[in-house]
């Protein structure tokens, strides 16, 4: 027998069967600079969507098209985007605004100051941000700081 090892433009249903890849969705509305960045987001309450940087602006991708979010701020045209998603938050880090989070409906920015929920004076501005076992990992940081190597590691829960 001859077996298919891949199939691109084909898919199987639970019984099997093949049938043809109905293709993909066009979107419009984007800027002249494009999509520069995107996350899926799965958070724990079932929410499942995509988050795009669509030219400076973090944007809801759907079905129906980008959607907007308020607050999210601009992020510069030569800024890395960098997002993480933590239970019910999405980070993003770009290296030139503070560290952003998203509850999947606004934005806030992370404060500087010595509190829970606050990043040290001169470390607020990180370039990358990943969660690992329970843990915020944040470097790259942009700020006028006197060691931009640092990173950081800090338990969320």
Not at 49 to 65: M, N
Not at 136 to 151: E, K, Y
């Amino acid at each position: 027998p001859i077996y298919c090892r891949q199939a691109d433009n084909v898919l199987m249903d639970v019984n099997g069967a093949l049938t043809k890849r109905k293709g993909y969705k066009s979107y419009t509305g984007s800027t002249a600079a494009g999509v520069r960045a995107a996350h899926r987001v799965q958070f724990e309450t079932g929410t499942d969507t995509i988050l795009v940087v669509d030219g400076q602006t973090p944007k809801t991708l759907t079905a129906a098209g980008y959607g907007t979010i308020a607050g999210a701020g601009t992020i510069a045209p030569s800024d890395h985007i960098s997002m993480a998603t933590y239970r019910n938050f999405v980070f993003l880090a770009s290296g030139s605004t503070t560290l952003q989070r998203w509850d999947g409906t606004t934005w806030t920015s992370y404060a500087a100051g010595s509190g829970a929920g606050q990043l040290p004076s001169g470390y607020t501005k990180p370039k990358f941000v990943e969660v690992f076992n329970n843990h915020m990992v944040l470097s790259g940081f942009n700020d006028s700081t006197p060691d931009r190597s640092a990173v950081f590691f800090g338990k969320l829960n």
